[in-house]
């Protein structure tokens, strides 16, 4: 399973990357607002920096605008993944893009049958967002199920890109279902390593070897 890491936080994306947990990045506008950076200036220091593909999105609404600014942006890197809005104008412009022979990645992915959609427009990843359909009570990992299925049954080489991970339980379940890829915040990434036993088990050790005085070094 591959690693994404949702931010545009530079100093965040660098740790994952040195620790071997970056395999690509996304962002999207409210990311890129956060950062306070220039779109442009930013995605070009985060292509530089890590070897996988980054995703960054357009931000206009209308199809022809948006191939516009997709053919701008893929032009900062060549690990640039064109990132468009799940709505007709958008899978246009994928259908165009991916056309080109650009990567595209088709977000705000909510339901089985607009993942379908945009299998059929050529789209290289597929963002269905888990934490957001469980904020309206909707499980989100149902949507990845369904989706797996579908493009399981009639063989779309589409990724299936699980975004709006809340959870470290939201990888461990998207890794049993399938999910190619995962898009987390560096936090959640590194909490998965956290476990109340490891803690427990490692102060256990720590007091023996104080006490018989153990010495590696
Ligand atoms: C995915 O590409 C999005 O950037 C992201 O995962 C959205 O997550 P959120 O619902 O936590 O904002």
């Keep these: ?27 999207n506008p409210s990311l890129i607002a956060k950062s306070g950076r220039d779109i442009l200036e930013v995605t070009k220091e985060i292509c530089d920096l890590v070897d996988g593909p980054v995703s960054a999105e357009v931000v206009a ?22 990132k468009l809005p799940l709505t007709l104008d958008g899978l246009k412009a994928c259908k165009v893009l991916s056309g080109e022979g650009h990567k595209i990645n088709v977000t705000l992915c909510f339901s089985a049958n607009q993942a379908l959609l945009a299998a059929k427009a050529g789209a290289t ?54 999910a190619d890829v995962i898009t987390a915040p560096a936090n959640v990434i590194k909490a998965m390593a956290n476990h109340v036993l490891t803690d427990k ?15 590696i070094l």
């Design 125 to 178: 990843y597929i963002s269905p967002f888990i934490g957001r359909l469980d904020d309206i009570n909707i499980d989100g990992l149902d949507l990845i199920e369904d989706i797996r299925t579908i493009y399981d049954n009639y063989g779309y080489e589409t990724e299936i890109l699980a975004a709006s991970i809340r959870t470290v339980n939201h990888i461990s379940d998207c890794a049993k279902i399938g």
């Design 1 to 27: 399973m591959k690693f994404f890491v949702d931010t545009a936080d530079v100093d965040a994306i660098r740790e994952l990357n040195d620790l071997g947990f970056c395999d690509g990045v996304t962002t």
């Design 61 to 82: 609404l209308d199809s022809d605008t948006m191939i516009a600014e997709g053919r701008k942006l893929a032009k900062i890197a060549d690990n640039v993944v064109i």
């Design 201 to 215: 088990g490692l102060a256990g050790f720590v007091k023996d070897i104080k006490a018989a005085g153990i010495k």
